[in-house]
């Protein structure tokens, strides 16, 4: 405690005026015979009493009245220390990091120190003080919008998990938490971050924050353990020499701490170990080739890295053990060199395969006219001749089970035969080629096939094309001309889906495998004409959503997660899709499904997997974006000065007013007793 006026406490000394005051006026109290009736010196005697209280009390007021002036006029003041802030109201945004490397790494938790420092800055905050909350693992995600409630705040705190598989999107969230701020009340509008600051964080790819905003890093964790090993990788693929076998090719990284050691590695599927190994870690990491059969009825499994390190949750990583589940297409073309279907060729093989791998087999028409469609998911005649009889049966059977069928014209294609053998599966006529100079194909506006933005396909010219005639209505239009008419259909059959394109997809009538949206789009349209009952092989990130396409004839569909069931649909409640968005959780995601004539049952290509990015496992220290501040958790505190003197100055009007009320009743009591 201190005074701001030390000099004026001298004026203390005044306080002894009501006391001398008092002592002389009991001096100059007149004498009085009292009557001889006992009666009234009793009345007397009490009235006196009375009195002689009554100035005590006067006294006393007076005395502390003047006591309290002189403090009040001194300045005193408390110094007090706050875990944020210097006591001033203020907007403030506060940026947990809940990524996978604050999930670990000690008890309590990074994550729980994080929370706990976000809580300690929440009560720091004066009355009348803004807040926000928002959560800076991927995606980022606002828990408390700005409010000036801070017990609210305080309490949705209290409530976020201790421990998380998601990535982290630190950039992101500051831009999050700088629209919370937009509109503040208060001048003063800071941010404050708390994370580990790990390198994969990106807070150095933040971009500066905008006028009369300040930001201030907090990392939390500079005295733990960064000795880490993690999987990585975990991918089942089938196995060439075995079948029903699969081979998973596992990767694993860690820390300089374990280079040379051997640490044990396992596959395991509902809690039983299938295989047990040993990997040696040279140059930060290593590589094993793990062995072991598929099953539809335990389709999950997981491999396993037995390991004391910083984080637990990156020594374990899912993995399907069930027949391959990428589509399945079969490529028939009509050009004996082969030229329409090298495009083709040549995009399938290099498509991406985050939502599952692309496997695609090349045949000649008498090769195709003799095969069995069981091990082809998506069949594409490019350029094809058309098809006899008995093979149009057997094309119209595999669309109506759920299979998917894509014709192309060329040279080779009869509109008119084609319209005779297949017309009850396209979504509309095939009329005879024309020649005709016409810009496109494009996406058509508003598709779903192609996320917003530039396609690839912009440019493209068409020399030569097919006409269209009898569109069912229900028909997707996935690209147009830019004479507005359709380039490519999209139509269903039975329970599968049929496309059928007005050019070529090599280069003899377009440009259009020249563009470089090419190779997405061969992609998306295999990935849309697949049966329906697949999920990609890869894992998708913690939080992302999926959606789940039940197979034709399902009644029921329940799917259950690490943590338990997640969902339970039956009847009205299926759709053609399911939206599943509740994938935090790291692991294997089981579907059953039931139809019409066989219970509730697990259906292994519906399964998919949720894992932590394998970048979290590193837990090297990152920079930190230059023009903002930078702090330890621990240590980032201040010392906040609290003044007495408006208090004390309140206590003296209320003194003022008490003495006041005390002069009027002892004046009143001493005209009672005259």
Do not use: C
Request: a negative charge; zero cysteines; aromatic letters at 2%.
């Amino acid at each position: 405690m201190g005074f701001e006026a030390p000099l004026a406490l001298l004026a203390l000394a005044a306080a002894a005026l009501p006391v001398i005051a008092h002592l002389l006026r009991r001096q100059d109290l007149p004498r009085r015979r009292l009557p001889t009736v006992a009666l009234l010196r009793r009345a007397e005697a009490s009235s006196k009493r009375r009195v002689r209280l009554v100035d005590l009390l006067l006294l006393i007021v007076r005395v502390l009245l003047i006591t309290l002036a002189a403090l009040a006029i001194a300045g005193p003041f408390v110094r007090e220390r706050l875990a944020y802030g210097d006591g001033s109201v203020a907007s403030v945004a506060i940026v947990i990091d809940d990524s996978m490397s604050m999930a670990g790494r000690g008890e309590p938790t990074l994550l729980a120190r994080s929370v706990e420092r976000a809580d300690a800055i929440v009560s720091s905050l004066p009355g009348g003080s803004e807040v926000a909350i928002v959560l800076g693992g991927a995606s980022p995600r606002t828990l408390v919008s700005r409010t000036t409630e801070l017990d609210r705040a305080a309490r949705a705190l209290a409530a976020i998990p201790e421990r998380s598989a998601r990535g982290s999107d630190l950039a992101a969230a500051l831009e999050r938490a700088e629209r919370e701020l937009a509109g503040a009340r208060h001048a003063d509008r800071r941010i404050v971050v708390l994370s580990d600051l790990a390198a994969h964080a990106g807070a150095e790819d933040a971009s500066p924050p905008g006028p009369g905003v300040s930001v201030q890093f907090e990392r939390v964790g500079e005295d733990v353990d960064a000795r880490n090993a993690a999987v990585v990788l975990a991918r089942a693929t089938p196995d060439p020499t075995t079948p029903g076998q699969v081979s998973i090719a596992v990767e694993i990284r860690a820390s300089a701490d374990f280079e040379g050691q051997r640490l044990p590695l396992r596959l395991e599927r509902a809690g039983e170990a299938l295989v047990r190994t040993e990997v040696a870690i040279e140059r930060g990491g290593a590589r094993a080739t793990l062995h072991a059969t598929v099953s539809s009825d335990e389709p999950g499994a997981a491999v396993v890295l037995e390991v004391d390190d910083a984080l637990d949750a990156d020594d374990t990583r899912p993995v399907l053990l069930r027949p391959p589940a990428g589509v399945r297409v079969l490529l028939v073309h009509g050009d004996a060199s082969g030229d329409e279907a090298r495009f083709l060729d040549r995009a399938l093989d290099l498509a991406p395969d985050d939502e599952g791998a692309l496997s695609r087999r090349s045949v000649d028409p008498d090769t195709f006219a003799a095969m069995d469609l069981a091990d082809a998911e998506v069949v594409v005649l490019v350029d094809a001749p058309t098809p006899s009889r008995r093979v149009a049966e057997r094309l119209a059977a595999h669309v109506e089970a759920g299979g998917g069928l894509w014709i192309a014209p060329g040279d080779h294609f009869d509109a008119r035969e084609v319209e005779a053998r297949l017309g009850e599966l396209l979504p509309a006529r095939p009329q005879p080629a024309i020649s005709s100079e016409v810009e496109g194909p494009v996406p058509a506006p508003g598709h779903d096939l192609f996320p917003a933005g530039a396609s690839g396909l912009e440019g493209t010219q068409t020399r030569r094309r097919v006409g269209f005639e009898g569109v069912d209505p229900d028909a997707e239009v996935v690209l147009r001309f830019a004479d507005d008419s359709p380039a490519l259909l999209l139509g269903r059959h039975g329970d599968g889906r049929v496309a059928l394109s007005a050019t070529t997809l090599g280069d003899e009538w377009t440009t259009l495998p020249y563009r470089p949206g090419f190779l997405p789009l061969v992609a998306r349209m295999a990935r849309r004409l697949a049966p329906r009952a697949s999920t990609p092989d890869a894992p998708i990130a913690p939080g992302t959503a999926i959606r789940l396409r039940p197979p034709a004839g399902v009644v029921r569909l329940r799917v259950s997660g690490p943590a338990g069931e997640l969902r339970d649909l039956r009847g009205d409640d299926l759709g053609e899709s399911v939206a599943l968005e509740d994938t935090v959780a790291a692991g294997v995601y089981r579907v059953q499904v039931a139809t019409t004539d066989r219970p509730l049952h697990e259906e292994a290509r519906l399964a998919f997997l949720v894992a932590a990015p394998a970048e979290e496992s590193d837990l090297t220290p990152g920079d930190v974006p230059e023009g903002t501040d930078a702090r330890g958790a621990q240590t980032s505190s201040t010392t906040a000065v609290r003044p007495l003197a408006p208090w004390l100055f309140l206590l003296v009007g209320l003194l003022a007013i008490a003495e006041a009320a005390l002069r009027l009743r002892a004046s009143h009591l001493a005209r009672a007793s005259a």
